[in-house]
């Protein structure tokens, strides 16, 4: 916006930043404050997850028969596996 005269002068050239830095107020403080006020917090909220993944996660999306399907799904639930856990177990135990 330069060259327009917005009316404010050479006011504009006075204003500085304090240089006293104020004391401190730990973060806790402040957010008791804030939640006295009705004040919502934008932080995001931490999802909880059941397991924690040892590598990178991919999509295999198949159509098995349902005979198949319903015979590997049995099997997984029998053994109390996660359908990724159950296709890695057959993986090994067929040494692919």
Do not use: C
């Not at 029998?78 to 856990?85: A, G, I, Q, T, V």
């Amino acid at each position: 916006m330069t060259g327009k005269n917005l009316g404010f002068g050479d006011r504009l050239s006075a204003i500085k930043p304090d240089t006293e830095t104020e004391a401190t107020v730990p973060d806790h403080r402040i957010d008791e404050v804030a939640e006295r006020h009705g004040f919502v917090t934008r932080e995001p909220v931490q999802k909880i997850v059941r397991r924690k993944e040892a590598e990178p996660s991919a999509n295999l999306n198949i159509r098995p028969p349902i005979s198949t399907y319903n015979r590997f799904v049995t099997w997984a639930m029998e053994n109390r596996l996660s359908y990724p856990e159950a296709l890695k177990l057959l993986m090994d135990k067929a040494g692919v």
